[in-house]
Structure formats: structure tokens, C-alpha cells
């Protein structure tokens, strides 16, 4: 198990931009951030592998949020860009921990190590 811990989330206007980073105590391998709105599901967002070589995105976010990773640092990073106000929830950093350098899943039930979650609100 790791600790995860997200920071840089906030209240924003339509179109601004954020940074959300994740910082975890310990190694990890697929990294991944998910969201979840007010009375909704938590979804997938991106999700990045432990080489670095692999990124899928929800189909809602791609073009915009680009995800990435340093491994010496132990951290994962979401540049989220031209933000909208449907992109409002909670985002949620989440670690695999099982062995496997290129896999990046995006089911979020093979995800075992959750962070608390940071608050994006983007106003119109």
C-alpha cells in the first residue's frame, strides 16, 4: 500500500487552466486520475503507465488534459487546459502497484490505492 496525495485543485473560470499533482510515498506503476461530479459516478480521466509510454483519456478530456509522470519524484501530474465547467468534481489520483511497467489500466476497480481527492470547480 502507498500513500496518495493530491494537490492543486480550485475554483477557476471557463477556459483557465489547473495543474493537479499527486504525490505518492512509495513506488507505484500505472498511475491514473479519475473524477467524480456531484451525484454522479466516478469516472476515468488518464491514465499514464510507469514507462511513461502509454496515456489513454477519456474521450471527454482528450486534446485538452495531458498527463505525466516522474518516476524519481514519485509523483503524477494532470495539466488540464481550456477547462469547462462539466470538467467540475472531485479528482481523484489513483496507483497500481502490481508489477507490469507498460500496462495502463482504466477500470477503476483494478486501482487498490486512492488519494482523497482535490476539488476542481470551473465557473462559466
Known amino acids: 500500500q502507498v500513500q496518495l496525495v493530491e494537490s492543486g485543485g480550485g475554483l477557476v473560470q471557463s477556459g483557465d487552466s489547473l495543474r493537479l499533482s499527486c504525490t505518492s510515498s512509495?513506488?507505484?506503476?500505472?498511475m491514473g486520475w479519475f473524477r467524480q461530479a456531484p451525484g454522479k459516478e466516478r469516472e476515468f480521466v488518464a491514465v499514464i503507465s510507469w514507462s511513461g509510454s502509454t496515456t489513454y483519456y477519456a474521450d471527454s478530456v482528450k486534446g485538452r488534459f495531458t498527463i505525466s509522470r516522474d518516476n524519481a519524484k514519485n509523483t503524477v501530474d494532470l495539466q488540464m487546459n481550456s477547462l469547462k465547467p462539466e470538467d467540475t468534481a472531485v479528482y481523484y489520483c489513483?496507483?497500481?502497484?502490481?508489477?507490469?511497467?507498460?500496462?495502463?489500466?482504466?477500470?477503476?476497480?483494478?486501482?487498490?490505492?486512492w488519494g482523497q481527492g482535490t476539488q476542481v470547480t470551473v465557473s462559466s
Open positions: 489513483a496507483a497500481d502497484l502490481r508489477p507490469n511497467t507498460a500496462w495502463a489500466p482504466t477500470m477503476l476497480g483494478l486501482y487498490d490505492n
Open positions: 512509495g513506488r507505484t506503476y500505472a
